[in-house]
C-alpha cells in the first residue's frame, strides 16, 4: 500500500501487537464486566488490536507528511513490533523542522486520543463493550504519546531536544552527541527499571522495558554514527579524495586485462579508455557474468558498461551528495564519472569506498 508514494509495510511482528493488546484490552473489560461473553471479548481484542495499529500508522504518517513539506524524501514506513519507523533518506535540514517533524507525531497521537476518549463524556448511550474499546484506545493514544516523548534520541523526545541544542549552539554534530548521550541514559534507565519490576515485583512486563532498553541504546549509538558520517561527509569534496586509477584500453584482450590487471593491482574496476577518451568502467563483476572458457573471445570493450550508463557528478560537489547519488542509483555497480565543472572534463571516478576511506581519517 502507498500513500503520497510513501510505501506502507507491515512487518509480521505487527500481529503481535495486535494480539497483545488484544489480549490486555479483553483482560481489562473482563475485569470491568465479570459476566461478559467470549464473544464480547473476542470483538473488544480484535477491535482495540485494529485501532493500535491504525494509530501508529497515524502517528508515523504525520512525522512523513510533515517531512515531505520540508522537502525530505520518506521511502517508506514501517509498522512492527516497537511501533513504526518513518524511513527518511535524510535527515532534517534545520532545527525548525526538526523539531516540527518530530513533534507532529506525539501531537497527533494526543489528539487522537482526545478525539477517543470525548465519546465517553457525550450524552449518547453507547453499549459497554464500545465505552470499552474507546476508552482503552484512547488511553493508549495518549501513552503513546507519552512515551515517544521521552528525551530519548532518536525517539520523538529526543529528537525534539536534539532540535532546542541545535538551534542553541549552531552546531548539529554537538547537539547530536549530548542528545544521544541522554538518549543512551535514558535507554539503561529503562532496563533498571525492567529489572526491578521483574525481579523485584515478580511482573513478566518488566521485560519488555529492557528489551526495549537495549534496542533503544543501540538505535541512539548508530544514530549518533550516522549524523557524524553525515556531517563529515558534507564537509568532503570529492576532488579532494579521488584517487587515481590505472586505465584499460578498449581493445585489450579480456584475458589480459584479467591477468595484467585485475590481478595485478587492488581495482575492482577500471575506466576504460579509446583513442585518449574515457568510454567506458569494467568492473569485476562484468567478468564473473563471462563464462572462464568464453573469456578468450572478448576484448575489454566488448563487455565494459558504457559511460554514459554511469551518473556525473562535479569535483567541488560535497561527499554526502555524491554518497546519495551513489546510494540512489538503481543498477551496480555503484560508481560515478567525476566531472571538472569548468570544461566539462571528466578527471576521475568515485564509489563508496573512497568515501567510506575519506570518514575514517
Ligand atoms: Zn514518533
Known amino acids: 500500500m502507498k500513500i503520497k508514494g510513501i510505501k506502507i509495510k507491515l512487518h509480521f511482528s505487527t500481529l503481535l501487537i495486535v494480539a497483545l493488546v488484544g489480549f490486555y484490552s479483553a483482560t481489562f473489560y473482563s475485569s470491568l464486566i465479570p459476566d461478559a461473553s467470549i464473544w464480547e471479548l473476542i470483538l473488544v481484542g480484535v477491535i ?28 517508506e514506513i514501517e509498522l512492527n513490533l516497537f511501533g513504526g519507523v518513518s524511513k527518511m533518506e535524510e535527515e532534517p535540514k534545520t532545527p525548525k523542522s526538526e523539531f516540527k517533524i518530530s513533534i507532529v507525531g506525539p501531537l497527533s497521537s494526543f489528539i487522537l486520543g482526545a478525539l477517543l476518549l470525548i465519546f465517553l463524556f457525550l450524552p449518547i448511550p453507547l453499549p459497554a463493550f464500545v465505552l470499552v ?8 493514544n495518549i501513552g503513546l504519546g507519552i512515551f515517544n516523548l521521552l528525551p530519548a534520541f532518536p525517539m520523538d523526545g529526543g529528537r525534539v531536544l536534539r532540535s532546542f541544542l541545535w538551534s542553541r549552539k549552531k552546531d548539529l554534530l ?11 541514559f535514558f535507554s539503561y534507565s529503562l532496563v533498571v527499571l525492567g529489572f526491578i519490576q521483574w525481579i523485584f515485583l515478580g511482573d513478566f512486563g518488566g521485560m519488555w522495558l529492557i528489551l526495549m532498553g537495549f534496542i533503544l541504546s543501540s538505535a541512539a549509538r548508530r544514530s549518533y554514527y550516522q549524523t557524524k558520517s553525515e556531517v563529515k561527509l558534507s564537509n568532503i569534496i570529492v576532488r579532494d579524495i579521488l584517487a587515481q586509477k590505472f586505465v584499460l584500453p578498449y581493445e585489450l584482450p579480456l584475458i589480459d586485462a584479467i591477468k595484467y ?23 569485476l563483476d562484468d567478468i564473473k557474468q563471462i563464462p572462464i ?29 555524491v554518497m546519495k547519488i551513489l ?28 568515501l567510506i576511506n575519506a570518514l575514517k581519517l
Request: glycine letters at 8%.
Open 48 to 75: 482495540n488490536g485494529i485501532i493500535i495499529i491504525f494509530s501508529i500508522l497515524i502517528h508515523e504518517l504525520s512525522h512523513s507528511l510533515m517531512a515531505l513539506r520540508y522537502g525530505l524524501k520518506v521511502s
Open 133 to 140: 474499546i474507546l476508552f482503552y484506545s484512547g488511553i493508549t
Open 174 to 184: 554537538s547537539a547530536t552527541k549530548v542528545a544521544s548521550k541522554v538518549g543512551i
Open 261 to 283: 590487471y585485475f590481478m595485478a593491482f587492488n581495482q575492482y574496476y577500471f575506466p576504460v579508455v579509446d583513442a585518449g577518451e574515457f568510454v567506458g568502467i569494467l568492473h
Open 293 to 321: 572458457e568464453k573469456q578468450t573471445e572478448f576484448i575489454v570493450g566488448d563487455i565494459a558498461k558504457k559511460i554514459s550508463e554511469f551518473p556525473i557528478v562535479f569535483d567541488e560537489e560535497s561527499g554526502k551528495d
Open 327 to 354: 546510494t540512489q542509483m538503481d543498477k551496480k555497480p555503484n560508481i560515478a564519472v567525476v566531472k571538472e565543472r569548468y570544461d566539462q572534463n571528466i578527471i576521475g571516478f568515485i564509489d563508496e569506498t573512497e
